[in-house]
């Protein structure tokens, strides 16, 4: 462990790993639980107290593996984020590859819509906004990774997105998840019309920055 993640877990950012497989069992049983309670209340009601009367456990017994709540929440939020980063990369994985860039950027738009919508937990954990420098460090990273995966598939179809700076791949992504959070703070799920908002920007900010290798 690193000297800045060893700081970030002795101030309760940070879950503890276990070791023993019934530990793990039980701390899987302990996120998917709290995610069960974002989903129903949001961020209001939840504290590790209220999270260990819904289990039916002591308290040490959560507190053993998170020490606060915000400790609970950045480990969900890396969760989900691995999860959506794996959907992303295996979609990319389908595309085909002379198929128009602008064709492409929306089937990726709806790749990350469906992943929400079929994931509420993963609405309530990553587009309520991050609840600590962790997990909005964990948020920006793996938005830099999914422009990443974006530059390459533009690559891919012969077109370079210069890597900055600014990262025009990663401006294109947080561009689009911003738009995902919009619609899950005016209306508590994502819509069809902010999933094509999303789109639209991602493409319109695309095209302004990349016009001579789009030409």
């Known amino acids: 462990m690193s000297r800045s993640a060893k700081l970030l877990q002795n101030q309760g950012t940070l879950a503890r790993k276990p070791q023993q497989q019934r530990a793990k069992d039980r701390v899987d049983q302990v996120l998917a639980t709290a995610e069960g309670m974002l989903v129903e209340s949001g961020f209001a009601g939840f504290s ?3 999270l260990a009367e819904r289990l039916g456990y002591p308290r040490a017994t959560v507190y053993k593996f998170f020490p606060t709540p915000y400790a609970v929440l950045n480990e969900l939020a890396e969760r ?3 999860a959506l ?6 979609y ?3 595309l085909i590859e002379a198929e128009d860039w602008r064709v492409m950027v929306t089937r990726m738009v709806n ?3 469906d992943f ?14 991050p609840v600590s420098d962790t997990s909005f460090r964990a948020l920006e990273y793996s938005i830099a990774r999914l422009g990443r995966l974006t530059r390459d598939l533009f690559a891919q179809r012969g077109i370079v997105i210069p890597e900055g700076p600014p990262d ?4 294109a992504v947080e561009f689009g998840t911003a738009s995902f959070r919009m619609s899950y703070f005016f209306h508590g799920k994502i819509t069809p019309e902010y999933t094509k908002a999303s789109a639209d920007v991602m493409l319109a900010f695309l095209s302004q920055r990349l016009g001579h290798e789009l030409a």
């Open 48 to 50: 590790i107290p209220a």
């Open 80 to 82: 989900q984020l691995a």
């Open 85 to 90: 980063e794996a959907h992303l990369g295996r």
């Open 92 to 94: 990319a994985e389908s």
């Open 111 to 113: 790749a990350a819509s």
């Open 116 to 129: 929400y919508i079929s994931n509420p937990a993963a609405q309530a954990v990553l587009l309520a906004g």
């Open 168 to 171: 025009v791949a990663a401006l």
